[in-house]
């Protein structure tokens, strides 16, 4: 069946998700199917996530496309995540791009997917122009669009929001991923135990948090003063604190009048009430991603593809090469200029 819409293709291999999204040019996503990699024990080992990616693509992409009730042949464009993450991982969203690519004889569109983030909840939400607070296992951004760019205007110093609560929760004996439970169990606890809360001018500061809370249960007094309940609690009223004072600095300083809370750590209830409290103090609309397209996935990746494919046609094969480390205030954004 050959669709009277173009069809783009995205493909998300950054970290632990291979996802492939399939959305025409107008913003109407068909399918999203996700392969995640979930670690037995510790953090993502990139060649491990490699793996799983080589082995499951071609079942994600079937998926994908029978979803939607679309043939490979009814692909116009392929877009794919070229940065940032994990080297091994990058590469192989990119080989299976550029080998459809180039089999079917359609234009191909490398894209950052901290941009993707933005664009998806730009759309998935009906905001025009929003400070975004993006918090994930591998990301903790606040950005705003301002001089042709996403600019950054805070950011980890060290470890990602997502990557330390679910650090923690593993080490509280919790299953991967941590961030739901240790929500869940912070829910029936008020009590505040004391963290090291850290905001260097727009930046944040993690790892000491980490490794208190880990001595805090590790401590005598760990089940007789205070319980994983309680410690819980205090982790997240501490991050989520210090992120609502960055968030709310560069809310008071770009004067926008929307928020977009995304990314996987945007599923959260007290997160949530935290910036909709501070963005209704600006007088801002508050807005958080749908879960479905808030953590990794390719339908963010095919939208933002195709809004720069509309205004600068597709991607060389020789610039598709992955840049693991690309920050997204090194890259221009034409369609919002
Ligand atoms: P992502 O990297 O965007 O795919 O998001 C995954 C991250 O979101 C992991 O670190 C999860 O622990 C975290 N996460 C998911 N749900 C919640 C929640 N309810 N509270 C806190 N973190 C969460
Ligand atoms: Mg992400």
Redesign the pocket.
């Known amino acids: 069946m050959k669709f009277n819409k173009k069809i783009c293709l995205g493909i998300e291999s950054t970290?632990?998700?291979f996802g492939v999204g399939i959305v025409d040019f107008e913003g109407k996503v068909y399918s999203i199917v996700n392969d995640?990699y979930v670690p037995e024990k510790g953090g993502l080992h990139p060649v491990q996530v490699k793996e799983q990616h080589v082995n499951h693509f071609y079942e994600v992409i079937e998926k994908a496309l029978s979803e939607a009730n679309f043939s490979i042949r009814d692909i116009d464009l392929i877009a794919f995540s070229q940065s940032p993450g994990l080297g091994p991982v990058l590469k192989i969203g990119a080989l299976v791009a550029r080998m459809i690519s180039q089999i079917l004889k359609i234009p191909i569109v490398g894209v950052n997917h901290c941009v993707a983030?933005i664009e998806i909840g730009r759309l998935m939400c009906n905001v025009e122009d929003p400070l975004t607070l993006y918090?994930?296992?591998?990301?903790t951004i606040v950005s705003a669009f301002e001089s042709s760019r996403y600019q950054i205007f805070g950011e980890t110093l060290d470890l990602?929001?997502?990557?330390m609560?679910?650090s923690f929760?593993r080490d509280a004996g919790l299953s991967?991923?941590?961030?739901?439970k240790?929500?869940k169990l912070a829910l029936t606890s008020t009590k505040y135990l004391s963290l090291p809360y850290v905001v260097k001018g727009m930046d944040l500061s993690f790892s000491g948090l980490y490794t208190a809370a880990k001595k805090l249960i590790e401590s005598k007094d760990f089940g007789v003063k205070y319980s994983l309940n309680d410690v819980s609690n205090s982790v997240q009223e501490t991050c989520f604190a210090m992120l609502t004072e960055v968030t709310e600095r560069a809310l008071a300083h770009t004067e926008k009048t929307e928020v977009l809370l995304t990314?996987?750590?945007a599923?959260?209830?007290r997160?949530q009430e935290m910036i909709e409290y501070i963005s209704n103090e600006h007088n801002a609309k508050f807005a958080a991603v749908p879960l479905k397209f808030?953590?990794?996935n390719g339908a963010m990746i095919g939208w933002t593809g195709i809004l720069r494919y509309k205004l600068e046609g597709g991607h060389e094969i020789s610039e598709t090469n992955i840049k693991p480390k690309e920050r997204m205030d090194q890259i221009t954004i034409p369609w919002r200029s």
């Open positions: 970290a632990h998700t995640i983030h918090v994930s296992g591998g990301n990602p929001i997502g990557n609560i679910d929760a991967h991923p941590g961030g739901p240790i929500e990314g996987g750590v599923a959260n209830k997160l808030a953590g990794d």
